[in-house]
């Protein structure tokens, strides 16, 4: 018999007690014998949950049972979560987690125990939510160079903007229809500001490119700056509007990485993911392009990934094949203001110089794509243009 603890019985955390039990078949399957959830650690009253006789309120009983071989983390944040992490694997035990600040800001340091320790530290749900991404990254495409990721890796966020777009709903109530679902982070300001999709892209980076990125390094924006004049402009040009997380290499070993809404052609297959939808685009210099898509928010999902992390635990044993990356490298870091993009113009005002030629007006404002430039020579070229919006156009 396999035993697990589970941290937190909130939305995920209710969601693996549910696959553990109405699952368990396939899980035994799976494990090779029966997987029991031994203990959940909530401080909440869980006396009318059906799991009510597994909730204990002090982790040291979870830390101290020598049968409990992995513990899955769904508490959230750095705090509380990471001395719990860190003390169940100081305690030999696995651990699984869906918490991408965690794994974004102390993965390294946390890893590098679970190493020590010869058990495993596995965050599968942390980006993505359900989709099978950082195995096959680590695993099936482990023979290439990963030349660049780019990927829709905020449920919230594409839900909200698909919703403003195509259902001219605020961005205000869409949010709230997103928490309602269960996709948004305790505070949301984390999904619309970019702070969810700036860690996930960090976890990408580190895993792909093999150091530690921190996440304070990376230009984000958030989708707030998305209008429904935007949104309109955009529909005319063939493009959709996308909060995108992306890094690419640029020469030699240093690569680039930033999060922001962007102009991406309709006509393309992550202009297409909609909804909660998650899709991530990875180019190896081997196998070309692989997108991988699926639910990357919600209960179910996430805890269809966590639930599957914690089986691998088992099958794995001690002392097979760990992820890892090294310390941050801050030379390898190209700022994307150093990389040339084309860019999407609006402001006030009819066609005019320097746009003239590539331009749409509706109403008041005026509209176009330009050439590929950086983006002090954008600055430079729209000196004394009254602006009111600009987002990359991702090629
Ligand atoms: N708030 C996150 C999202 C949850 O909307 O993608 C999944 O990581």
Redesign the pocket.
């Known amino acids: 018999m396999k035993k697990a603890a589970l941290l937190g019985c909130g939305i995920v955390g209710g969601g693996i007690a549910i696959i553990m039990n109405e699952n368990a078949a396939y899980l035994e399957k799976s494990a090779g014998e029966p997987v029991e959830l031994k203990y959940i650690l909530e401080l909440r009253d869980c006396s009318d949950q059906p799991w009510a006789d597994k909730v204990v309120k002090d982790f040291a009983i979870i830390e101290n049972d020598p049968e409990v071989s992995v513990v899955a983390e769904c508490i959230g944040g750095v705090g509380v979560a990471y001395e719990f992490v860190k003390r169940a694997l100081l305690a030999g035990k696995s651990v699984v987690t869906?918490n991408?600040q965690l794994i974004a800001e102390r993965g390294l340091e946390l890893l590098e125990i679970a190493k020590a320790q010869k058990v495993f530290l596995l965050f599968e749900a942390?980006v993505g939510?359900g989709i099978p991404l950082l195995r096959p990254l680590t695993n099936c495409l482990s023979a290439n160079r990963i030349e660049s990721l780019r990927g829709i890796?905020?449920?919230?966020?594409n839900y909200i903007l698909t919703q403003m777009i195509q259902c001219g709903v605020s961005l205000d109530a869409a949010l709230a229809e997103?928490q309602k679902l269960g996709?948004?982070?305790a505070n949301p300001a984390?999904?619309v500001d970019g702070i969810?999709a700036l860690r996930?892209i960090c976890i990408l980076v580190d895993l792909c490119f093999g150091s530690n990125l921190p996440p304070e390094k990376v230009p984000t924006e958030g989708i707030r700056a998305v209008t429904t004049e935007d949104a309109q402009f955009a529909d005319r040009m063939g493009y959709a509007i996308k909060l995108l997380a992306c890094a690419a290499r640029q020469d030699g070993d240093r690569f680039t990485a930033y999060v922001a809404p962007q102009f991406i052609k309709t006509t393309s297959l992550l202009g297409n993911v909609n909804g909660?939808m998650?899709a991530v685009s990875v180019t190896g210099n081997a196998v070309g392009e692989c997108l991988f898509y699926g639910a990357?928010?919600g209960r179910m999902p996430?805890a269809s990934a966590m639930v599957a992390d914690i089986l691998d635990t088992f099958r794995r044993g001690n002392g097979k094949k760990f992820i890892n990356w090294g310390p941050e490298r801050p030379e390898r870091f190209v700022h994307p203001d150093d990389v040339p993009s084309r860019w999407y113009v609006r402001w006030s005002g009819s066609c005019s110089a320097p746009f003239a030629a590539a331009c749409i007006t509706e109403g008041t404002h005026s509209a176009a794509v330009t050439e590929p430039m950086l983006r002090s020579a954008l600055d430079e070229m729209l000196r004394g243009v009254e602006i009111l919006s600009v987002f990359r156009v991702c090629d």
Do not use: L
């Open positions: 869906c991408k942390s939510g890796v905020n449920g919230t966020t997103a996709y948004a982070e984390a999904d969810d996930k909660v998650n990357g928010a996430t």
